[in-house]
């Protein structure tokens, strides 16, 4: 239904529910039952319906001492009402400091809160709004956060479109890369149309529509080169005092800084192009219900899902269930770690965070806003396309927030100085918000560069689906620098500063060479260059000061990312240089050249074979995190899972065109696979190379201290056991954690009970504060065989 959304914002900011419910979003009278007189814990307490919609009823209680709400208080009478009435939403006010807290429950084991005070932004309570207006109880129990819509049409439909388009692309010769960049276009492509479709784009809803129609007027097949190229790299990526003349015709649209600058495959291939078939087809799309359904905020976690499940060619499965699941997971994760950093002990009686927010103690805003926020690091090092990272923005959100509405009623001077820090860092208090947890907030890393590409503009789409104003997305927050690719198993956690100085910078190490001296940059010198670099970079200050310099916003942009990148390089070389020194010298570990019969045949390790590896070194690139935190505050994954060995369904994956120019399928690969490597050497070589790099990792697994529990000891010796994947995780999760961090990983349950896993048991049950690998997965059935483990780190 539509509704006046200006009027409804009034209603919530003065606490008039009885007409923001019945007369703006269109709810009824209550029939009956207008009022519930209860006790709880030996007070009483009167609940009043406002409103309802079929089953679903709206209970508005009035808090006398609102201190007193607590966790169980909130249960106690949810129950007292739930026996009566089966689907309440409880509303808790406090009128006289302009505060509420809305409590529901999503399913019967998963109970919520949500904080709304007057004064705050209301960025986050727009699309509920709009979601109480349109909710009707045939379409589930009432869920006031965002959760995604089961729809496997939409998969479909999306890996259709995809594939159109990558068969479309002509000038890049590797299928993986068409496809990779099929994905990232797309994804630019939805980032365009949210824009336009809030007016952003020269006050056109039908921007993307109309430049294609008059560009196949002027001719056919160069809406690409002569529309959409032109958008990304002169005009999104340039001010407008900046845009050349030739660009009048894009009108008035925002500069988004250098999110859509030249991608590394544009610059690998340099003649690209694609006919216009694919973008009509999607622009179609994009008008369709289903589309309509999915693009706004509240479904976002749909679309991520859906790539997920196209990107990584996973079976279907119920995303309503799986975003329930992160969802709780996420919460779960984030109150321990809150209540602990608080002061209060997590148990059965302590009051959750959202009961924290509500009560506005000056001491936790304090602590908040001046030690937790400005130092709080959140991690999931197997990303995918940043699901977990999306629900955990979503709440970060809703926290800043709720902080910035406590705070616009508080007189203390201290939190004052910090409000007014916040609202002046830039015009749009949205942009603010998205910078502060973007900035030094939220970090991903995964070993496929498509991915990685998916997760950044995933999480940028969600500040433009809640943009309102040009200056709410000018400039979009780049996150190269946060959501990164990269081996997560591989790689230096701590990097040994005088072994990387000593070494020299031409130098290819051969196995068994010492390490010489060298006369160069050091370690902290290029990692001091660096830092400066990216705060530059990711400063926004001198952006307001652009006119006064003879140097242009985007330029600088490019001189410090190029400057980060050549530094990256250096430094990448010289750990990985080190690393293969910590291989072959401390470890022991030569390359095993797999053979079709024989025995592996064994060599020296060569930097090369590292390379490929792409080992990540966690104590460069995130060294303010490692080295001022001693590690990550939160690490939620849902990290890849099974054994860890190579896979045919893998080796096809990765070498697709290759199996396609011999006309090969997986099936017959397996049944077959030994006359077929005899009977074609490329095949044979190549799939050989794939074991021989699963064979190196499995040795330094083994071998590696970051690894130790892994397998249990048996007289004193490691035994060789199965490597698992999910396990590996677990362990360097412990090892990125900081103490007092917290860390949730959705993971299968064999960790539970196997013997394998006596030793890492072990480790979680006698370096951790609490552990818990017992309950399964919430909102799943018991026999489900995902757990959710999570342990805060002593």
């Not at 630019?188 to 560009?215: A, T, V």
């Not at 065109?657 to 074609?680: I, Q, V």
Request: glycine share 4%; net charge neutral; with cysteine.
């Amino acid at each position: 239904m539509s509704f006046d959304m200006q009027r409804a914002e009034t209603c919530l900011q003065s606490l008039d529910l009885v007409t923001l419910f019945q007369d703006v979003l269109g709810w009824t009278a209550p029939s009956e039952g207008r009022a519930i007189s209860t006790r709880a814990f030996n007070q009483p307490y009167r609940a009043h319906c406002i409103a309802q919609r079929d089953d679903v009823r709206i209970w508005e209680i009035k808090l006398n001492t609102p201190t007193d709400l607590n966790a169980k208080l909130k249960a106690r009478l949810y129950q007292s009402i739930h026996k009566k009435y089966p689907q309440p939403l409880l509303i808790f006010i406090d009128r006289r400091w302009g505060r509420s807290l809305w409590y529901w429950q999503s399913s019967p084991h998963r109970s919520q809160s949500l904080v709304f005070i007057t004064q705050q932004p209301l960025m986050g309570w727009c699309p509920r709004l709009s979601y109480l207006a349109t909710y009707t109880p045939v379409s589930g129990a009432l869920d006031l956060q965002p959760k995604a819509l089961h729809c496997e049409e939409l998969t479909q439909e999306l890996a259709q479109q995809l594939r159109q388009l990558s068969e479309s692309i002509t000038g890049i010769s590797d299928s993986r890369d068409r496809r990779w960049y099929a994905a990232l276009l797309l994804q630019r492509l939805i980032i365009i149309h949210g824009l336009q479709l809030r007016g952003l784009l020269d006050n056109d809803i039908w921007y993307l529509h109309n430049h294609l129609g008059r560009s196949q007027q002027r001719q056919p097949d160069i809406f690409f080169r002569q529309v959409l190229q032109p958008l990304f790299t002169q005009g999104f990526s340039l001010p407008t005092v900046e845009r050349p003349r030739s660009m009048s015709w894009s009108g008035q649209i925002p500069y988004l800084g250098d999110v859509f600058y030249t991608h590394p495959l544009e610059h690998q291939y340099t003649d690209i192009n694609i006919v216009d078939a694919p973008f009509e087809s999607l622009l179609v799309w994009f008008e369709a219900p289903l589309w309509q359904q999915v693009s706004n905020c509240w479904q976002t976690s749909s679309l991520g899902l859906a790539f997920e499940q196209v990107l990584t060619h996973e079976e279907p499965k119920n995303w309503a269930k799986s975003s329930q699941a992160q969802g709780r997971c996420c919460d779960l994760v984030l109150n321990q770690f809150m209540l602990r950093h608080l002061g209060i002990p997590p148990d059965d009686a302590a009051p959750d965070f959202w009961d924290l927010l509500f009560l506005g103690n000056v001491g936790h805003l304090r602590q908040l806003v001046q030690k937790i926020l400005p130092q709080f690091s959140v991690l999931d090092p197997a990303c995918g396309v940043g699901t977990l990272l999306i629900e955990l923005q979503h709440r970060l959100v809703d926290i800043y927030s709720v902080l910035i509405g406590q705070l616009q009623r508080s007189l203390d001077s201290q939190l004052d100085i910090w409000l007014k820090g916040l609202q002046a860092e830039h015009p749009s208090l949205l942009q603010t918000i998205y910078l502060r947890i973007f900035k030094y907030g939220l970090y991903g890393v995964d070993i496929d560069p498509a991915m990685v590409d998916s997760a950044r503009l995933q999480l940028l789409l969600g500040l433009v689906v809640i943009a309102q104003h040009p200056e709410d997305v000018e400039p979009l927050p780049n996150l190269d620098f946060n959501i990164v690719v990269g081996n997560s198993l591989i790689g230096f956690i701590r990097v040994d500063e005088a072994g990387f100085d000593r070494l020299r910078a031409a130098e290819t190490l051969l196995q068994g060479n010492l390490l010489q001296p060298l006369a160069a940059e050091s370690y902290r010198t290029i990692l001091l260059e660096k830092n400066i670099a990216l705060e530059h970079y990711r400063s926004r200050a001198y952006l307001l000061e652009e006119l006064q310099h003879d140097i242009p916003h985007y330029a600088q942009l490019e001189f410090f990312r190029e400057q980060i990148n050549n530094l990256d390089a250096q430094a990448q070389a010289k750990l990985d240089e080190l690393l293969l020194a910590e291989f072959s010298q401390i470890l022991g570990i030569r390359f095993k050249v797999a053979q079709l019969i024989e025995s592996p045949q064994q060599r020296l390790l060569q930097i090369e074979d590292l390379a490929v590896l792409r080992p990540f070194h966690w104590g460069y690139h995130f060294s303010h995190v490692l080295e001022q935190a001693n590690g990550f505050n939160v690490i939620l994954s849902s990290p890849p899972q099974g054994v860890f060995r190579p896979t045919v369904q893998e080796f096809f994956q990765k070498f697709c065109d290759l199996t396609a120019s011999k006309n090969l399928d997986a099936r017959t690969f397996k049944t077959a696979k030994r006359s077929l490597l005899n009977a074609d050497s490329e095949v044979a070589n190549t799939w050989l190379s794939f074991q021989s790099q699963y064979s190196l990792m499995t040795d330094y697994f083994y071998r590696s201290p970051q690894y130790d529990h892994q397998s249990p000891l048996l007289k004193g010796q490691r035994q060789r056991t199965q490597l698992r994947r999910h396990w590996l995780f677990i362990e360097r999760c412990f090892n990125l954690l900081a103490p007092q961090g917290v860390c949730g990983l959705i993971i299968s349950n064999d960790i539970k009970d196997s013997p394998r896993g006596v030793a890492l048991r072990s480790l979680l049950e006698n370096q951790a504060i609490s552990s818990n690998v017992q309950g399964s997965l919430p909102d799943t059935q018991r026999s489900s065989e995902q757990y959710f483990l999570w342990f805060c780190k002593k």
